[in-house]
């Protein structure tokens, strides 16, 4: 019998070192998610951090074409001339950040670029014919798709 009570007083020992063991996991992996939650606010504070910087520094790109606007607005007699040094800033500006114009008029028409606002009758199917409002792409990212016509290939009734 005072076998069996050992046994039992080391099975009681060893069960009570499991519960402290598996405490002390539980804690581990409480902090560690606490310190993954933290991590990830900071990450969050940071990237926020760094599109207000990027947000700024595009902005202060356009300041100077907005200022070259306005006072092409005051002095109307080289108004055309203020206007087309605008454009050449913009375009410029544009051009820097990877902007780029999607090509559309004769080009075959693709639903990842353009968008179909009108069909008219043509020699070839999908064949972009006019270009409503141009396209642009940042890099491969579309900012805004083409709208555009589309030619549709007549079909005779003889055939």
Same mark, same amino acid.
């Given at each position: 019998?005072?076998?069996?009570?050992?046994?039992?007083? /080391?099975?009681?020992? /060893?069960?009570?070192?499991?519960?402290?063991?598996?405490?002390?996991?539980?804690?581990?992996?409480?902090?560690?998610?606490?310190?993954?939650?933290?991590?990830?606010?900071?990450?969050?504070? @940071?990237? @926020?951090?760094?599109?207000k910087i990027v947000e700024?520094?595009?902005?202060?790109?356009?300041?100077?074409?907005?200022?070259?606007?306005?006072?092409?607005?005051?002095?109307?007699?080289?108004?055309?001339?203020?206007?087309?040094?605008?454009?050449?800033?913009?375009?410029?500006?544009?051009?820097? *950040?990877?902007?780029?114009?999607?090509?559309?008029?004769? @080009?075959?028409?693709?639903?990842?670029?353009?968008?179909?606002?009108?069909?008219?009758?043509?020699?070839?199917?999908?064949?972009?014919?006019?270009?409503?409002?141009?396209?642009?792409?940042?890099?491969?990212?579309?900012?805004? *798709?083409?709208?555009?016509?589309?030619?549709?290939?007549?079909?005779?009734?003889?055939?």
């Amino acid at each position: 019998m005072e076998e069996k009570e050992e046994e039992c007083e /080391k099975l009681k020992e /060893k069960m009570e070192d499991l519960k402290k063991e598996r405490d002390e996991y539980k804690d581990k992996y409480l902090r560690k998610m606490a310190e993954f939650d933290n991590f990830r606010k900071i990450m969050e504070r @940071e990237m @926020e951090k760094e599109k207000k910087i990027v947000e700024a520094d595009i902005i202060k790109e356009f300041l100077e074409p907005y200022e070259a606007l306005e006072k092409s607005l005051k002095q109307d007699k080289n108004l055309k001339e203020g206007i087309k040094l605008i454009y050449k800033n913009i375009k410029k500006i544009l051009e820097k *950040h990877n902007v780029r114009e999607i090509k559309a008029i004769g @080009e075959k028409f693709n639903p990842d670029l353009h968008e179909a606002i009108g069909v008219v009758d043509g020699e070839e199917d999908n064949i972009i014919v006019e270009e409503y409002q141009r396209g642009y792409m940042l890099g491969d990212v579309v900012l805004r *798709h083409s709208k555009v016509i589309v030619s549709k290939k007549e079909v005779k009734e003889n055939e």
